[in-house]
């Protein structure tokens, strides 16, 4: 055989594995799911019972046998030990049990989100309200804030504007949260982070605990969102007095 003919089943052999090794990572034959009962291939086991008691090194064939009188499932569980551990459970009950406190886990999982609010050196008081209510709302559900000031044409020489803008700010939001990062010039631009004193998870069991409160209100008194709903109705249908003639 020649050489070039030999390097063609050579590249299509290389290509078959590379193929192969793709199709396995994207889920053919490798798998996450332990073994289970017939699919388990050794000879012996070190056998756990169901209470976690200790059992010892049986052969495969005992260790199937007492699954079947306990009706319970043989479960590897450490494959790679010498010989590998199994478990006698209830597979089905146990893949559901850890699905729900996957679930459970990643409902309680807290991100960290930094929020991000745009300031002028020369804002309005009315703007600079909203603005912190903003805020104020992001620190209390447990996120960073990041305060940025954009300086435009002459406000660049006067970055102290934008200074106490930024103190004044910290201030007045200092019950909810801190400065966690001190301003400072960054091109145009003055930043500064405010970390928040609650956190995420303590945010967040708080808001749930105040929806069940709401729920659990509003199944005790049905009808009080109603009627606050139809005397909000009353007034507005009322007549308008009649200004009072001097």
Request: net charge positive; proline share 6%.
């Amino acid at each position: 055989m020649c050489a070039g003919a030999v390097r063609s089943i050579e590249h299509r052999r290389y290509a078959a594995v590379r193929q192969t090794v793709a199709w396995c990572y994207r889920g053919g034959s490798i798998s996450a799911e332990p073994r289970i009962n017939d699919r388990i291939r050794v000879p012996e086991v070190r056998l756990v019972g169901p209470s976690g008691e200790q059992v010892g090194i049986v052969p495969l064939a005992k260790a199937l046998e007492l699954a079947q009188e306990y009706d319970l499932d043989l479960v590897e569980v450490a494959a790679n030990a010498r010989p590998p551990v199994c478990k006698l459970m209830d597979y089905g009950k146990f893949k559901y049990e850890s699905a729900m406190k996957a679930r459970e886990a990643r409902k309680n999982q807290a991100h960290t989100v930094i929020k991000e609010m745009k300031l002028r050196p020369k804002i309005d008081p009315h703007d600079y309200d909203t603005k912190k209510g903003h805020v104020v709302r992001f620190l209390k559900q447990g996120d960073k804030v990041k305060i940025t000031i954009m300086f435009r044409g002459r406000e660049q020489s006067r970055p102290e504007l934008g200074y106490r803008l930024l103190q004044r700010l910290a201030e007045d939001v200092q019950d909810l949260g801190f400065v966690e990062s001190n301003p400072k010039q960054d091109g145009r631009n003055m930043i500064m982070v405010l970390g928040p004193h609650k956190k995420k998870t303590e945010a967040m069991a708080e808001a749930r605990q105040a929806q069940e409160a709401r729920k659990a209100d509003a199944k005790a008194n049905p009808g009080k969102s109603q009627n606050a709903a139809e005397a909000d109705g009353a007034e507005a249908e009322a007549p308008a007095e009649a200004p009072a003639e001097a």
